[in-house]
């Protein structure tokens, strides 16, 4: 960063800093407005029959302090201190529940918790095990990890973007030192091969400027205060959760307050925003946010090549209409613009990202809604979404927009995605049986210029329009032991379309999969779990033509993994686990690139487009390793997240025997925790480490080549001697204070965060950039050659981020 840069970011963070300053001698006026504590109101449900349940014992877990429902199940706390709890609940004839983590302050004091009947098979003498707060869900008993409220607002370094909170947790990685993206790397896979559900409709990404055809980018596209739960699945994926082979992220929304309307403003790192939840009626609850970016202020101030904006938008509604009857409305979108700085020429890492990045716009929307009938001890769910995205990448050469000449790509896209989902589940005795079908309809268009470098200048020029029908069946059927000690799922899922004769026979795709969980002594289970799972290749893949408008990759298959788990966990009721697991994948029918014979998935690590070229599905993977992780709170007093993961991850195609994936970094450790100190003072940390990534040394005859640098604006790699040489290891410590206060009316919560807080610098590969001389002028064009110079990139600064949030 130039001397410029660093007094524009510092000059920027003073003015927050006497802002946050002046608020804090604000706040003292008010000091005897301080409440004696918060109201915390809820209803117990029967899980299955919805209907209320009368006299249960509700709690606040290890505290001290309990009440009983009345007999329309509802309870209420009074004066409870401002903070995060987690409520237990007991009666006989059911099973002991703890809920998931609620923040209770001025906002959004209202749970809704679902008990269910312990089984009639269990004896009277038999002692009735105890519930812990980890999730332990019957199709997933290992490869599954539940994020709560706390962990999401307080994890450091992540100022509430859920792709940076789910990196604590073991087998995630990301692309090292941030390379300000999003990208998600979950036991060796790749960013494309992640799904995304949001209270049960799928969504294409989470993230702003997100790779078309793969996922990641810059920030987060969901609204922390949306969140009630996550659950992260990083394998044994559930039969209705299809397409995914390396994790599926299941968020659980909150429900709107159906007491009171409440409102609250934030202003974070690179966002300020404005969100509500209440009621519209007795029966119907709604949550509404919307944010809008100031990220390009703060990326110019510390003068990085490219400036982001975004604004994003969320809403729920959900209607109960009676205890059988439920119909919710979701929706989420984002807009997004990527221009670039040029005022941070003179660098030179700002000049090669500045040579090839191009001109970003891209906007994104779902819209879904989900009926739910429960009829006995059974229930019936329909999902209906539509998803659509519009991306646009433009880019002219040195950025040059006088002339067309210049122009190297000019890149148009739109996909349209109407889904259809049918679930019905059955509860007999101590089995619980899922049975369901799909039905997709995508509708894709292209229009590309592009100018590419094979051996020849090459210019690409096509127009697509594709659209098929996607189609899936799936059942599963799980046992649970009336003692709740052993536990075992099998399940089954069919996936096929109309793209092509390969893909259009289900039994083709036919994926099984299978996991057994057995408690050996109390509190400490023995998991296993064994699958096959299926993706679809992306649109921008199935949708790229030829000049002469033939589809090219209609030979395509679906993308294959085989998986295998082996674990150990320990759960105790006291806030404490602790696990080891042991995973293999065989990844099959893999992307190969035809152009630059390297894997298509290597390519996904940055913005733009991913697919849109001529592949072969002819790669095999594999990925193997351990993960030991612990995970430990106390009540709101502490919280604690650490892992360490060993694992390789390679691929073999017909030029290579197994060369490491880009991702392959064989070594991760997280640890990261938060502290809460009196006066609501908050005190976080994270450390990261992970191995050196390989890559892939340059290839400088071709580079420096004028027609190839014109083409692209970039270095090319060697090919030859991919991901043979490796990085050196990452390392970062990411601090964060916070501090709270709380009135009768309104709360105030502030925080700074500090990433790379002891400011280690990481080399990233040399890179090559054409000083723009041409060094044989007399040459043919073909022929020319540009001077060039090599460039040592480095990243890696201190950066302060200051928010403020008002809630009332």
Known sequence: MNTFGINNYIGLYFRQFILIISILTSVGLFAEDQPKGYSLNGVVVDKNSREPVPFAVVSIWRGNRFTTTDTLGRFSFDNLPAGLYRLQVD????????????????????????????????????????????RRLLESPLSLRSLSVGEIERNPGANRDISRVVAS???????????????????????????????????????????????????????????????????????ARGGALSSVLDFRIKDGDPVQNRYKFTVGASEAGFSTNGHLSEKTNFLFSVRRSYLEFLFKAIGLPFLPSFT????????????????????????????????????????????????????????????????????????????????RNTKYRNNDESSAENL?????????????????????????????????????????????????????????????????VFGNANYTSP??????????????????????????????????????????FLNASAGRYYQLPPLTALGYRNREGELVNREMKYLGSDQVALGVDYRSSEGLQLAVEFFHKWNFNGMYSVNDSIP?????????????????????????GVEISARWFYEDKFNLISSITLFRSQFSDPLRSWTPQPWDNRRLMTLAGSYKLPKNYILGAKFRYSGGAPYTPLDIEKSSLRAAWDASGRAYRDNSKYNSEYLKIFSQLDLRLDKEFYFNRF?????????????????????????????????PYNEQRYEMKRIELEQGIILPTLGITIEF
């Open 483 to 524: 003692d709740r000690k052993f536990s075992a799922n099998l399940g089954v899922r069919a996936d096929g379309n109309t793209f092509s004769d390969t893909m259009s026979n289900p039994f083709r795709q036919f994926s099984p999969r299978a996991s057994l969980s057995y408690e050996v002594v109390s509190n400490l």
């Open 312 to 391: 994003d938008a969320q809403f729920k509604v959900e209607t109960r209409f009676d205890n059988k009857h439920e119909l919710t409305f979701l929706g989420i979108a984002g807009f997004d613009n990527m221009s670039l700085n040029d005022d941070a020429g003179g660098k030179e890492n700002n000049e090669y990202i500045l040579a090839y990045l191009p001109v970003i716009q891209q906007e994104v929307f779902t819209l879904g809604t989900v009926y739910r009938y429960y009829y006995g001890k059974n229930s019936l769910n329909l999902f209906l979404s539509h998803s659509y995205l519009n991306n």
């Open 600 to 624: 298509v998935e290597g390519k996904s690590t940055n913005y733009g487009v991913v697919g849109n070229e001529e592949i072969a599905s002819l790669l095999k993977g594999r990925a193997y």
């Open 408 to 472: 190297s790509l000019l890149y148009r896209s739109r996909e349209n995605e109407t889904k259809f989902r049918f679930e019905n589940i059955y509860r007999v005795s101590d089995f619980t049986i899922t049975a369901g079908f799909g039905a997709e309809l995508p509708i894709y268009s292209n229009d590309t210029y592009q100018k590419i470098f094979l051996s020849q200048p090459v210019t690409i020029e096509y127009e697509s329009n594709l659209s098929f029908l996607k189609y899936s």
């Open 747 to 779: 709360a105030l919560k502030l925080y700074i965060d500090i990433q790379n807080a002891l400011n280690k610098k990481y080399k990233d590969a040399d890179v090559l950039v054409s000083t723009g001389r041409v060094v044989n002028p007399e040459a």
């Open 91 to 134: 009666l006989l004839g059911y099973n002991q529940y703890i809920s998931e983590e609620m923040m209770v302050s001025v906002s959004a004091n209202f749970i809704r918790a679902e008990i269910e009947e312990e089984s009639r098979l269990l004896s009277a003498a038999t002692v009735r095990p105890k519930a812990n707060p980890f």
């Open 169 to 239: 947790l073991p087998g995630v990685g990301t692309i090292n030192a941030g390379g300000y993206r999003n990208d998600v790397l979950v036991r060796g896979g790749g960013p494309s091969e992640n799904k995304f559900f949001y209270d049960g409709i799928e969504i294409p990404t989470v993230n702003h400027f997100s790779t078309q055809g793969s996922s990641g980018g810059p920030v987060g596209i969901i609204d922390a205060d949306f969140i009630r739960e996550v659950n992260f699945y990083s394998g044994s994926f559930p039969v």
